[in-house]
């Protein structure tokens, strides 16, 4: 299969008609208001093993031999093709060899062992796993079901495309997360060809903007650790460099930030669990509002399997960003009802506290004082102006602890130094 065609996608529609699930593409009213334009989500964190890939690893099993299947598939993967190509190697009782990068979450590994496969640990990427997967093959005489740079996986992806606009198909936009290109080269394509005047838009992580640096002739640097890890790729596909310069209109990088703000974002305006790259396309509509404000927009939620406990860091970095967690260190005189007035003012104002810590041990703290960090759940920046307010009228000086920066900010009882 040399060359892609419409015609293959609308194949591989009918062939996966009764293996996969069609799911749903659905207005997402809270997001919509927040972001100034008119969105829908494709939601493929609903597909079989909580991403879209489980479309294209099936076909490229399917295209295989009789005798291939007997010998085995192999493929590297941070999860989610990994998840697609054990569940539909158990599924048709044949040998799945999976090759992972090292810090692979957690959840990932375990959901991908659970389908029977056999899990290699190898290197902090997917270009690095390649050697271990070529080693392995000769080996073996596995057979490849690559991720991404893969005519069967390519058009198993852009059956996504094909149900987004059966559902909707008077998008302005659509709004697709890239990795090593497979999934975008097929929803454009197939997009171009029902509405040849949509706006393709692809988003790549900051730090691996590969296919961005492809495209724009740059030389590749990429690198660093980033939440989206299912699109981190140092080299796009050989296939799906070509489909993208034909079909895709433009790339837009979103910052490890404006990831988080989106995982956070959708898990509590939406009650969407998506993974970092899952969420790439709502990043990319918070990091460039004026460029989709009015339009209608489809976005892919490409992947669900996100670690629980970072779900967990993420929410709550979320918050402290936009005052509904805040941490106060409060300075106090080492004296028997000081813990019982802090709780007080808080508690009046409507704080809630979460945690607290009461400091007197350490050198930088004077003999007869003693700090207090709490960690307080308000309504907003607002709200924590006003119980710092009550605390400062009870003459303690107060400091907003910045998280993510390192900074104090400090309120001081009137009359006295900082």
């Avoid at 010998?71 to 990994?82: C, E, K, P, R």
């Avoid at 959901?111 to 392995?136: D, H, Y």
């Avoid at 920066?405 to 130094?417: D, F, I, Q």
Wanted: aromatic fraction near 6%; charged fraction near 20%.
């Amino acid at each position: 299969m040399d060359c892609l065609t419409p015609d293959d996608i609308y194949a591989a529609a009918k062939q996966l008609s009764s293996t996969i699930i069609n799911t749903p593409t659905l207005p997402a009213p809270a997001l919509s208001k927040l972001l100034g334009c008119q969105l829908y989500l494709k939601h493929e964190q609903l597909q079989h093993t909580s991403s879209f890939k489980a479309r294209g690893a099936y076909l490229a099993i399917l295209a295989l031999s009789d005798a291939e299947r007997a010998q085995g598939v192999i493929t590297m993967s941070a999860g989610n093709h990994a998840q697609a190509v054990a569940y539909h190697a158990q599924k048709l009782n044949i040998h799945a060899t999976i090759v992972m990068p090292k810090q692979t979450p957690f959840a990932k590994v375990e959901r991908t062992r659970a389908f029977g496969a056999e899990i290699v640990l190898e290197g902090r990427n997917l270009n690095e796993c390649e050697k271990t997967v070529a080693q392995l093959q000769r080996q073996h005489g596995y057979s490849l079901i690559h991720p991404y740079d893969d005519a069967h996986v390519i058009r198993g992806q852009g059956t996504v495309g094909l149900e987004i606009l059966d559902s909707v198909p008077d998008l302005d936009c659509l709004v697709v997360p890239i990795g090593g290109g497979g999934l975008i080269g097929g929803i454009s394509l197939i997009a171009k060809s029902i509405k040849p005047d949509i706006e393709v838009i692809g988003v790549e992580a900051e730090l691996y903007a590969s296919m961005y640096q492809t495209l724009n002739g740059q030389s590749l640097a990429v690198g660093g650790e980033t939440i989206a890890e299912g699109i981190a790729v140092k080299m796009p596909g050989a296939l799906t460099v070509p489909l993208a310069k034909a079909y895709v209109d433009n790339i837009l990088l979103v910052t490890e930030q404006q990831l988080e703000w989106a995982v956070g974002t959708l898990a509590e305006r939406e009650r969407v669990i998506a993974e970092g790259a899952g969420a790439a396309g709502i990043a990319a509509l918070y990091g460039y509002q004026q460029r989709f404000s009015g339009k209608k927009v489809g976005v892919v939620i490409c992947g669900g399997n996100i670690d629980m406990r970072l779900l967990g860091t993420i929410l709550n970095r979320n918050m402290m960003s936009d005052g509904r967690l805040v941490r106060l260190r409060i300075d106090i005189s080492d004296e028997p009802g000081m813990l019982a007035s802090i709780s007080s003012a808080i508690g009046d104002s409507g704080g809630n506290i979460v945690e607290i810590y009461h400091q007197r041990m350490f050198y930088d703290v004077p003999a007869k004082l003693a700090k207090i960090d709490a960690i307080v759940d308000t309504r907003g920046q607002a709200h924590v102006e006003e119980i710092i307010a009550a605390l400062v009228a009870k003459h303690f000086s107060v400091s907003i602890i910045d998280e993510n920066s390192s900074r104090e900010r400090a309120y001081t009882p009137v009359g006295e130094a900082l």
